[in-house]
């Protein structure tokens, strides 16, 4: 049974840093792309980052320069470190993997994290 759990959310002042992260188990993790996803009140999840097996990576247009995904395949983890945080970064944060990554992230519809909430105050 494939399980990811996410970490780090919390609230923090505009301009501030969180470091997200994301335990995976029940899945060959290394071979694996993962995905950083948030859902705002009202709105629809997007996508905010990817990355594939090989480390390549792509970020919407909205965090580019400022969130940085990365991963440790010895600890099955991926992280979402986001600087400069804005009051709109304001969200659940999901972790996805197993998807596919073409010229992004495409999700996995079958395994998601619980989400971790991250508020940022102006």
């Known amino acids: 049974q494939v399980q990811l759990v996410e970490s780090g959310g919390g609230l923090v002042q505009a301009g501030g840093s969180l470091r997200l992260s994301c335990v995976a188990s029940?899945?060959?993790?290394?071979?694996?792309?993962a995905g950083w996803y948030r859902q705002a009140p009202g709105k629809q999840r997007e996508l905010v980052a990817g990355i594939s097996s090989g480390r390549i990576t792509n970020y919407a247009a909205s965090v580019k320069g400022r969130f940085t995904i990365s991963r440790d395949n010895a600890k099955n983890t991926v992280y979402l470190q986001m600087n400069s945080l804005k009051p709109e970064d304001t969200a659940v944060y999901y972790c996805n993997a197993g998807g596919a990554y073409r010229d992004k992230y495409y999700a996995s519809p079958n395994y998601w994290g619980q989400g971790t909430q991250v508020t940022v105050s102006s």
């Open positions: 029940g899945i060959t993790f290394s071979i694996n792309a």
